[in-house]
């Protein structure tokens, strides 16, 4: 196994990808998880984290299409996960180069 921060930073930044295709933030890093998790040290704990953050990500916006519906808090919802979108990843491509753990907030483990 090799240390490479530069791909772990990179797998983190895939996920801003969404805002151009709209899934590729999600195909992307689990692409990378998949061929490199054995290949490179703390890849399998940075790609679980990032996938489970997106999954979990993605229920809450589904939560988000009721409330919409029902309560008109649902817009407010997809605001604030458009900004965890934005932000975490960049938060954690910047620990990522400092050689810390993932933190994503309000993520589910799946993985």
């Known amino acids: 196994m090799k240390k490479d921060k530069q791909l772990l930073v990179l797998t983190h930044l895939s996920q801003l990808i969404d805002f151009v295709t709209g899934i590729g933030g999600f195909i ?60 975490f990843p960049i938060i954690n491509a910047i620990r990522a180069s400092n050689e810390e753990e993932p933190s994503y907030p309000l993520s589910i483990q799946f993985l």
């Open 28 to 87: 992307v890093p689990l692409i990378l998880w998949l061929v490199k998790k054995d290949d490179v040290i703390d890849m399998d704990k940075h790609g679980r984290a990032i996938l489970n953050f997106r999954i979990s990500m993605f229920i809450y916006l589904l939560i988000c299409i009721p409330a919409i519906l029902f309560f008109g808090l649902g817009l407010l919802g997809f605001l604030v996960i458009g900004i965890f979108y934005l932000i």
